[in-house]
């Protein structure tokens, strides 16, 4: 079974430049979740979706960040414009969760991004 | 909100060694609890989990207890490896969410 993708693994870019980040589930699991981990902190959850829909947003910096999961399957993270304090790994996950039942999550590699 | 506390790293350790990392946490219903393992070069990987209070979390000799009286779950580990050498972040995912709240994770370092 394939595990989560995400492209790309490393991006530098400059503060005020745009940046996008892309990831695709394991087949068939509902929920997806985007977390940033800035370097020496734990993951902290930046968006839920439940196939296409938004279920949590709420640590969505909503100035600068958007999310979108078309179809409820691939889904896109976008800065824009970059901060420095937007350097971290930007990981991508996703559980099964059929019905009321959850599931384990599943991460990606993540994106290093650099915000120069 | 909901929080975990890790004890901060690196910890270093030698080969054969007894291995405890602490971990509290903060929550407002009844969490279940986990222990993520992330190895150089690697994602996050589910290591064990415990989802009530008395539940004993295991996987590859490490183990975890649910102690709700002490809102903790400690990693242990009788005999560590040079392979356990990673970064060990407990986790939590309170009563009707479906996201995790992580700790700031612990750096084990195992010596030949």
């Known amino acids: 079974e394939a595990g989560v993708a995400q492209s790309p693994r490393y991006k530098i870019i400059e503060k005020r430049q745009s940046v996008a980040f892309w990831c695709n589930p394991i087949?068939?699991?509902?929920?997806l979740y985007w977390y940033q981990q800035i370097l020496g902190q734990g993951p902290k959850l930046l968006i839920q979706?439940?196939?296409?829909?938004?279920?949590?947003d709420s640590q969505l910096p909503k100035d600068r960040f958007s999310a979108e999961r078309l179809k409820g399957v691939d889904s896109t993270l976008k800065i824009q414009p970059a901060k420095l304090e937007d350097s971290a790994v930007y990981l991508c996950?996703?559980?099964?969760?059929?019905?009321?039942?959850?599931?384990?999550?599943?991460f990606g590699p993540g994106t290093r991004l650099t915000v120069t | 909100g909901d929080s975990v506390t890790q004890m901060e790293g690196p910890v270093t350790l030698s080969e054969e060694a007894f291995l405890t990392i602490n971990c509290t946490y903060t929550?407002?219903?009844?969490?279940?609890l986990f222990w993520y393992v992330q190895y150089p070069g690697e994602g996050l990987q589910l290591l064990l989990k415990?989802?009530?209070?008395?539940d004993k979390g295991s996987n590859k000799g490490f183990e975890a207890t649910y102690r709700k009286e002490t809102t903790s779950f400690h990693l242990e580990k009788g005999s560590v490896q040079v392979s356990d050498s990673a970064v060990y972040f407990c986790?939590?995912?309170?009563?009707?969410?479906?996201?995790?709240?992580f700790g700031s994770g612990t750096r084990l370092q195992v010596q030949p």
């Open positions: 996950a996703s559980s099964l969760d059929l019905g009321a039942r959850t599931y384990e999550q599943y």
């Open positions: 087949s068939g699991h509902a929920t």
């Open positions: 979706f439940q196939n296409n829909g938004v279920v949590d």
């Open positions: 929550a407002t219903g009844y969490p279940s």
């Open positions: 415990a989802t009530k209070a008395d």
């Open positions: 986790a939590l995912r309170d009563t009707g969410r479906r996201a995790l709240t």
